[in-house]
């Protein structure tokens, strides 16, 4: 039986579950089948290569589904910073009515979208974040704790204590975010912020049926365990969890040299167009492609339809165990 929160009303969604915007993987036909699902897929704009690619990308979405989907435009440190304004204004005028925003000073995107009568997720990894997005009007928080794919942000707090200090703390519906990938990981979310919660999941929706990226890359994920993600550019201040591999292990062993390490140190190898090539080629020792700690959870390539069915069905069975317990408890 769907859980109602005040998230799947504003969100129009049947299961609390959002696919995170993910760099080169938030294609239309993933994002489609996550919103056929009922949870609400995401497209990531910087993939596309210019805001009338995004127009396009949008398009395609739209005739794959009926459902609502949204757009996630990420602000960070960029080889060629991308003209994020024009990708904003190409989703609006598409008539894109959800956004997930990330990174640093999305002030002005925000008041933009806010602007056009837009529902605004952001993304933030500390609750004093939190709060100040919540200031600057956006409508959902998404609270990311330290087991994200990614850009977990430098204060390393993990999940379970952000999400309790959100429940406690925030006034505006969030999400879930960082280590999820199995009903037990979203019935301990829900468990953590009741009515307000809703779950994120990115990695999860990577190893799927329609997600875009290599067969060997899936089965790779399938392969890998929990200790095969590592953290680059701590030292840049713009640190993210990547998959553990030569290219990365090759970043992490430069940025601990002696005296550290400046970005043109390392630019050719975490470029994203050399992390693209993973996900084209299936070599999974080609480039950076994020990967949460979750991955070691992960043991099949569902489609996305029996993914989430599979996830709801979890959830439920975890929520009827726990009120056994307690009736048994009573007696
Ligand atoms: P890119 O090739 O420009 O950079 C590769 C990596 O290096 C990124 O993680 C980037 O943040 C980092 N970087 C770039 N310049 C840096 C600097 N001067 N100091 C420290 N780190 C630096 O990025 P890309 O992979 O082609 O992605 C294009 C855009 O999409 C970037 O702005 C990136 O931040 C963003 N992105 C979005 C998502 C998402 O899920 N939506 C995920 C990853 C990256």
């Known amino acids: 039986m769907p859980i109602v929160t005040s998230i799947t009303k504003l969100l129009n969604i049947r299961v609390q579950l959002n696919e995170g915007g993910m760099q080169w993987v938030?294609?239309?036909?993933?994002?489609?089948?996550?919103?056929?699902?009922?949870?609400?897929?995401?497209?990531?704009?910087?993939?596309?290569?210019?805001?009338?690619?995004?127009?396009?990308?949008?398009?395609?979405?739209?005739?794959?589904?009926?459902?609502?989907?949204?757009?996630?435009?990420?602000?960070?440190?960029?080889?060629?910073?991308?003209?994020?304004?024009?990708?904003?204004?190409?989703?609006?005028?598409?008539?894109?009515?959800?956004?997930?925003?990330a990174g640093h000073s999305p002030g002005e995107l925000i008041k933009y979208f806010k602007t056009n009568g837009c529902i605004v997720i952001h993304k933030c990894t500390t609750i004093r974040h939190a709060k100040s997005a919540a200031k600057h009007g956006v409508d959902v928080l998404?609270?990311?704790?330290?087991?994200?794919?990614?850009?977990?942000?430098?204060?390393?707090?993990?999940?379970?204590?952000?999400?309790?200090?959100?429940?406690?703390?925030?006034?505006?519906?969030?999400?879930?975010?960082?280590?999820?990938?199995?009903?037990?990981g979203f019935a301990a979310a829900l468990a953590l912020g009741a009515s307000l919660t809703s779950v994120h999941v990115g990695t999860r929706f990577?190893?799927?049926?329609?997600?875009?990226?290599?067969?060997?890359?899936?089965?790779?994920?399938?392969?890998?365990?929990?200790?095969?993600?590592v953290h680059i550019f701590r030292t840049l201040n713009n640190t993210a969890r990547v998959f553990k591999n030569k290219v990365?292990?090759?970043?992490?062993?430069?940025?601990?040299r002696p005296g550290g390490a400046k970005f043109e140190d390392v630019r050719e190898l975490v470029s994203g167009q050399r992390g693209r090539v993973v996900y084209e080629k299936g070599d999974p020792d080609y480039g950076i492609w994020s990967a949460g700690i979750c991955i070691g959870l992960i043991n099949d390539i569902p489609t996305c339809e029996d993914l989430v069915l599979s996830l709801e069905k979890g959830v439920e069975e975890i929520i009827s165990d726990m009120n056994t317990i307690v009736v048994k408890a009573k007696l």
């Open 206 to 229: 990577m190893c799927t049926v329609e997600s875009p990226i290599h067969q060997k890359i899936k089965e790779k994920i399938v392969a890998s365990t929990e200790q095969d993600t």
């Open 26 to 101: 938030g294609l239309p036909r993933l994002v489609a089948a996550v919103s056929d699902a009922g949870g609400l897929g995401i497209l990531t704009a910087l993939t596309q290569p210019n805001p009338d690619a995004l127009r396009n990308a949008i398009k395609e979405t739209r005739a794959l589904t009926s459902k609502p989907f949204g757009v996630n435009i990420t602000l960070l440190p960029s080889i060629n910073p991308p003209d994020y304004a024009g990708y904003a204004r190409a989703a609006v005028e598409e008539g894109v009515k959800i956004f997930e925003t």
């Open 142 to 184: 998404s609270i990311d704790g330290f087991e994200c794919a990614g850009h977990p942000g430098e204060e390393d707090i993990g999940g379970l204590v952000l999400l309790a200090r959100a429940a406690k703390e925030l006034k505006i519906p969030y999400l879930a975010s960082g280590g999820i990938a199995d009903a037990r």
């Open 248 to 256: 990365s292990m090759e970043v992490v062993s430069i940025e601990r």
